[in-house]
T-cell receptor, first 115, second 110 residues
Framework: ETGVTQTPRHLVMGMTNKKSLKCEQH?????MYWYKQSAKKPLELMFV???????ENNSVPSRFSPECPNSSHLFLHLHTLQPEDSALYLC??????????????FGPGTRLTVL | DAKTTQPPSMDCAEGRAANLPCNHS???????VYWYRQIHSQGPQYIIH?????ETNEMASLIITEDRKSSTLILPHATLRDTAVYYC???????????WGLGTSLAVNP
């Protein structure tokens, strides 16, 4: 248990559906992250939020839409996805320290399958 | 591309020490060496990190060479539950981007 929870853990959706992934952190952190992990590929950073403001968008297609209403919650809204978007979606959080180093803590992930 | 190089796979007997190597010859002065592991289809779990000195916690020990160009993660008494993919990552404090490689798949055998 890392203090970062994600729901749902598994999601199957059609290409025309709209769904949302939710992440919540109970660590008092200020930065939150979305990562994508496709089969046999390294983790790819998608988005970073710092104090609710988006600070990184790693050239992610617009069919993925993040939302960060406060420092504890992060959403990833999905619409008109493609089968190649099937992957494990991971949320992480960190304190966002400005000196030293800043450890990221991960949730369990949402396994997404797009049919 | 990842700035670290790790062997793709390793085996270890249960109860023995597992020594996982990592090369990072282009490490910068402000970059820490981080280790995470990922058990099948779960989120990565933080293990340990260090800058120059060797570090130890309840999970593992981290040995960093004096020139900082390589490091070794040591699991002193590996158990079956330590079977996972282990990632060695460099992280500078002012950079929120972690660059992940494919890690080392460690199999602990009975």
């Amino acid at each position: 248990e890392t203090g970062v929870t994600q729901t749902p853990r598994h999601l199957v959706m059609g290409m025309t559906n709209k769904k949302s992934l939710k992440c919540e952190q109970h660590l008092g952190h200020n930065a939150m992250y979305w990562y994508k992990q496709s089969a046999k590929k390294p983790l790819e950073l998608m988005f970073v939020y710092n104090f609710k403001e988006q600070t990184e968008n790693n050239s992610v297609p617009s069919r993925f839409s993040p939302e960060c209403p406060n420092s504890s919650h992060l959403f990833l809204h999905l619409h008109t996805l493609q089968p190649e978007d099937s992957a494990l979606y991971l949320c992480a959080s960190s304190q966002d320290k400005t000196s030293g180093t800043d450890t990221q803590y991960f949730g369990p992930g949402t396994r997404l399958t797009v049919l | 591309d990842a700035k670290t190089t790790q062997p793709p796979s390793m085996d270890c007997a249960e109860g023995r020490a597992a020594n996982l190597p990592c090369n990072h010859s282009t490490i910068s002065g402000n970059e820490y060496v981080y280790w995470y592991r990922q058990i099948h289809s779960q989120g990565p779990q933080y293990i340990i990190h260090g800058l120059k000195n060797n570090e130890t916690n309840e999970m593992a020990s981290l040995i960093i060479t004096e020139d900082r160009k390589s490091s070794t993660l040591i699991l002193p008494h590996a158990t079956l539950r330590d079977t996972a993919v282990y990632y060695c990552i460099l992280h500078a404090g002012n950079n929120r981007k972690l660059i992940w490689g494919l890690g080392t798949s460690l199999a602990v055998n009975p």
